[in-house]
Protein backbone atom coordinates (compact mmCIF):
# COMPACT_ATOMS: atom_id res chain seq x y z
CA UNK A 1 0.00 0.00 0.00
CA UNK A 2 1.20 3.32 -0.81
CA UNK A 3 3.30 4.84 2.45
CA UNK A 4 3.45 8.94 3.10
CA UNK A 5 6.36 9.80 5.40
CA UNK A 6 6.60 12.82 7.07
CA UNK A 7 9.19 14.47 9.80
CA UNK A 8 8.21 13.92 13.75
CA UNK A 9 9.02 17.12 14.03
CA UNK A 10 9.96 20.83 12.75
CA UNK A 11 11.19 23.56 14.79
CA UNK A 12 11.30 26.88 13.70
CA UNK A 13 11.88 30.51 15.33
CA UNK A 14 9.22 33.18 15.15
CA UNK A 15 8.85 34.98 11.54
CA UNK A 16 10.68 32.31 10.28
CA UNK A 17 9.51 30.13 7.40
CA UNK A 18 9.11 26.77 8.34
CA UNK A 19 8.89 23.25 5.59
CA UNK A 20 7.38 20.45 6.46
CA UNK A 21 7.90 17.92 3.52
CA UNK A 22 5.53 14.70 2.87
CA UNK A 23 7.51 11.80 1.02
CA UNK A 24 5.66 9.51 -1.25
CA UNK A 25 6.43 7.32 -4.63
CA UNK A 26 5.45 9.66 -7.20
CA UNK A 27 3.60 12.00 -5.05
CA UNK A 28 3.82 14.29 -7.79
CA UNK A 29 1.52 12.60 -9.81
CA UNK A 30 -1.35 12.96 -7.25
CA UNK A 31 -3.22 15.86 -5.33
CA UNK A 32 -1.88 16.23 -1.86
CA UNK A 33 -3.82 18.04 1.17
CA UNK A 34 -2.62 19.05 4.49
CA UNK A 35 -4.43 19.74 7.73
CA UNK A 36 -3.77 21.07 11.18
CA UNK A 37 -4.66 19.93 14.22
CA UNK A 38 -4.19 21.60 17.83
CA UNK A 39 -4.23 19.58 20.87
CA UNK A 40 -8.07 18.29 21.63
CA UNK A 41 -9.39 20.06 18.60
CA UNK A 42 -10.56 18.37 15.09
CA UNK A 43 -8.16 18.85 12.32
CA UNK A 44 -9.21 21.58 9.74
CA UNK A 45 -7.82 21.22 6.07
CA UNK A 46 -5.26 24.18 5.77
CA UNK A 47 -4.25 23.35 1.98
CA UNK A 48 -5.81 21.07 -0.97
CA UNK A 49 -4.81 20.02 -4.19
CA UNK A 50 -1.14 20.32 -3.80
CA UNK A 51 -1.64 24.40 -3.37
CA UNK A 52 -5.04 25.56 -3.26
CA UNK A 53 -6.55 27.39 0.38
CA UNK A 54 -9.68 26.92 1.81
CA UNK A 55 -11.45 30.36 2.64
CA UNK A 56 -10.24 31.71 5.77
CA UNK A 57 -6.22 30.38 5.62
CA UNK A 58 -4.14 32.78 5.25
CA UNK A 59 -1.48 32.94 2.33
CA UNK A 60 1.36 32.45 4.82
CA UNK A 61 0.65 29.02 4.05
CA UNK A 62 1.73 27.31 0.70
CA UNK A 63 1.71 23.67 -0.63
CA UNK A 64 4.07 22.52 -3.61
CA UNK A 65 4.11 19.07 -5.04
CA UNK A 66 7.07 17.73 -7.62
CA UNK A 67 8.84 14.25 -8.14
CA UNK A 68 8.77 12.44 -4.74
CA UNK A 69 8.34 15.30 -2.13
CA UNK A 70 5.08 17.06 -1.47
CA UNK A 71 5.96 20.55 0.42
CA UNK A 72 3.72 22.65 2.87
CA UNK A 73 5.50 26.08 3.48
CA UNK A 74 4.46 28.39 6.38
CA UNK A 75 6.21 32.05 6.20
CA UNK A 76 6.19 34.62 9.31
CA UNK A 77 5.83 31.97 11.73
CA UNK A 78 3.57 32.74 14.61
CA UNK A 79 3.04 30.92 17.78
CA UNK A 80 -0.62 29.93 16.79
CA UNK A 81 0.70 28.21 14.02
CA UNK A 82 2.16 25.43 16.73
CA UNK A 83 0.37 22.30 15.69
CA UNK A 84 0.53 18.91 14.09
CA UNK A 85 -0.27 18.96 10.38
CA UNK A 86 -0.86 16.34 8.60
CA UNK A 87 -0.65 15.52 4.52
CA UNK A 88 -3.01 13.12 2.55
CA UNK A 89 -3.49 11.32 -0.85
CA UNK A 90 -5.69 9.04 -2.09
CA UNK A 91 -4.30 5.91 -3.74
CA UNK A 92 -6.03 5.35 -6.60
CA UNK A 93 -4.84 1.63 -7.04
CA UNK A 94 -5.75 0.49 -4.28
CA UNK A 95 -8.83 2.79 -3.37
CA UNK A 96 -7.73 4.00 0.13
CA UNK A 97 -7.08 7.47 2.00
CA UNK A 98 -3.83 7.53 2.89
CA UNK A 99 -2.55 9.70 5.67
CA UNK A 100 0.89 10.86 6.37
CA UNK A 101 2.37 10.36 9.73
CA UNK A 102 2.33 13.90 11.11
CA UNK A 103 4.82 16.36 11.86
CA UNK A 104 5.04 18.45 14.77
CA UNK A 105 5.54 21.87 14.12
CA UNK A 106 7.53 23.51 17.67
CA UNK A 107 7.90 27.48 17.30
CA UNK A 108 10.82 27.96 19.21
CA UNK B 1 -22.77 26.16 8.15
CA UNK B 2 -21.57 22.50 8.09
CA UNK B 3 -22.16 20.54 10.96
CA UNK B 4 -21.21 17.16 11.82
CA UNK B 5 -22.11 15.30 15.27
CA UNK B 6 -20.51 12.51 16.35
CA UNK B 7 -22.37 9.80 18.82
CA UNK B 8 -22.66 6.22 20.46
CA UNK B 9 -18.99 6.32 21.68
CA UNK B 10 -17.90 4.60 24.97
CA UNK B 11 -16.26 1.99 26.87
CA UNK B 12 -17.09 -1.59 25.32
CA UNK B 13 -15.47 -4.89 25.73
CA UNK B 14 -13.34 -6.85 23.42
CA UNK B 15 -15.02 -8.98 20.78
CA UNK B 16 -17.98 -6.54 21.41
CA UNK B 17 -20.01 -4.54 19.07
CA UNK B 18 -20.57 -0.44 18.89
CA UNK B 19 -22.43 1.55 16.40
CA UNK B 20 -21.42 5.17 15.78
CA UNK B 21 -23.43 7.62 14.41
CA UNK B 22 -22.83 11.17 12.33
CA UNK B 23 -25.55 13.65 12.38
CA UNK B 24 -24.76 15.98 9.16
CA UNK B 25 -26.48 19.40 8.81
CA UNK B 26 -26.06 22.27 6.74
CA UNK B 27 -25.05 20.98 3.53
CA UNK B 28 -26.86 18.57 0.85
CA UNK B 29 -26.06 15.18 2.44
CA UNK B 30 -26.87 13.61 -0.23
CA UNK B 31 -23.92 15.04 -2.70
CA UNK B 32 -21.21 14.18 -0.73
CA UNK B 33 -19.10 11.15 -0.06
CA UNK B 34 -18.69 10.48 3.56
CA UNK B 35 -15.90 9.65 5.73
CA UNK B 36 -14.62 7.73 9.48
CA UNK B 37 -10.76 8.76 10.36
CA UNK B 38 -9.67 7.73 13.82
CA UNK B 39 -6.85 8.68 15.76
CA UNK B 40 -5.56 6.32 18.68
CA UNK B 41 -4.42 8.32 22.36
CA UNK B 42 -0.80 10.30 21.21
CA UNK B 43 -0.98 9.11 17.36
CA UNK B 44 -1.62 9.87 13.91
CA UNK B 45 -4.62 10.24 11.98
CA UNK B 46 -5.90 6.84 10.41
CA UNK B 47 -8.59 6.57 7.71
CA UNK B 48 -10.63 4.20 8.31
CA UNK B 49 -13.79 3.93 5.88
CA UNK B 50 -15.49 6.17 3.23
CA UNK B 51 -19.11 5.73 1.33
CA UNK B 52 -20.15 7.50 -2.36
CA UNK B 53 -23.54 9.15 -2.16
CA UNK B 54 -25.29 6.31 -2.90
CA UNK B 55 -23.41 3.44 -0.29
CA UNK B 56 -23.97 0.73 -2.64
CA UNK B 57 -21.53 -2.25 -1.76
CA UNK B 58 -19.40 -1.21 -5.10
CA UNK B 59 -18.90 2.54 -2.95
CA UNK B 60 -17.65 1.60 0.22
CA UNK B 61 -14.33 1.44 0.70
CA UNK B 62 -12.31 0.53 4.14
CA UNK B 63 -8.85 0.50 5.77
CA UNK B 64 -7.20 -3.08 5.49
CA UNK B 65 -7.14 -3.06 9.32
CA UNK B 66 -11.13 -2.91 9.83
CA UNK B 67 -12.17 -4.70 6.39
CA UNK B 68 -14.39 -7.64 7.14
CA UNK B 69 -14.92 -6.10 10.87
CA UNK B 70 -16.59 -2.86 10.47
CA UNK B 71 -19.57 -1.40 8.14
CA UNK B 72 -20.43 2.28 7.00
CA UNK B 73 -23.68 2.83 5.47
CA UNK B 74 -25.52 5.92 5.66
CA UNK B 75 -29.20 7.42 5.83
CA UNK B 76 -29.37 9.76 3.29
CA UNK B 77 -33.45 10.58 4.51
CA UNK B 78 -32.21 11.37 7.49
CA UNK B 79 -29.27 12.93 7.06
CA UNK B 80 -27.00 10.32 8.88
CA UNK B 81 -23.50 8.57 8.64
CA UNK B 82 -23.21 5.11 10.38
CA UNK B 83 -20.07 2.74 11.50
CA UNK B 84 -21.01 -0.43 12.51
CA UNK B 85 -17.93 -2.10 14.61
CA UNK B 86 -17.78 -5.42 15.18
CA UNK B 87 -15.28 -7.63 17.20
CA UNK B 88 -13.54 -4.76 18.06
CA UNK B 89 -10.14 -5.19 19.35
CA UNK B 90 -8.13 -2.86 22.10
CA UNK B 91 -6.18 -1.53 18.77
CA UNK B 92 -9.52 -0.06 17.89
CA UNK B 93 -9.07 2.47 20.86
CA UNK B 94 -9.39 5.64 19.21
CA UNK B 95 -11.32 9.20 18.95
CA UNK B 96 -13.24 8.22 15.75
CA UNK B 97 -14.37 11.38 13.55
CA UNK B 98 -16.74 11.89 10.78
CA UNK B 99 -15.66 13.87 7.55
CA UNK B 100 -17.52 15.11 4.51
CA UNK B 101 -15.57 14.43 0.98
CA UNK B 102 -15.73 17.04 -1.51
CA UNK B 103 -17.96 14.96 -4.09
CA UNK B 104 -20.08 12.90 -4.86
CA UNK B 105 -17.33 10.22 -5.03
CA UNK B 106 -14.77 9.09 -2.14
CA UNK B 107 -11.87 10.86 -2.89
CA UNK B 108 -9.71 13.88 -0.74
CA UNK B 109 -9.84 16.35 0.73
CA UNK B 110 -12.09 16.62 3.55
CA UNK B 111 -13.40 19.93 4.02
CA UNK B 112 -15.22 19.35 7.35
CA UNK B 113 -14.64 17.21 10.30
CA UNK B 114 -16.66 16.43 13.42
CA UNK B 115 -15.08 16.73 16.88
CA UNK B 116 -15.11 13.35 17.00
CA UNK B 117 -16.05 10.37 19.33
CA UNK B 118 -13.85 8.33 21.69
CA UNK B 119 -14.44 4.47 21.41
CA UNK B 120 -12.51 2.71 24.62
CA UNK B 121 -11.68 -1.20 24.08
CA UNK B 122 -11.29 -2.51 27.45
CA UNK B 123 -11.96 -5.74 30.06
Known amino acids: SYVLTQPPSVSVAPWHTARISCGGNNIGGKSVHWYRQKPGQAPVLVVY???ERPSGIPDRLSGSNSGNTATLTITRVEAGDEADYYC???????????FGGGTKLIVL | QVRLVESGGGVVQPERPLRLSCAASGFTFTNYGMHWVRQAPGKGLEWVAG??????????KYAHSVKGRFTISRDNSLNRLYLQMNSLREDDTAVYYC??????????????WGQGTLVTVSS
Open chain 1, 88 to 98: QVWDRSSDHVV
Open chain 1, 49 to 51: NDG
Open chain 2, 99 to 112: AKGTDMAIIPPFHS
Open chain 2, 51 to 60: ISIDGDGVNQ
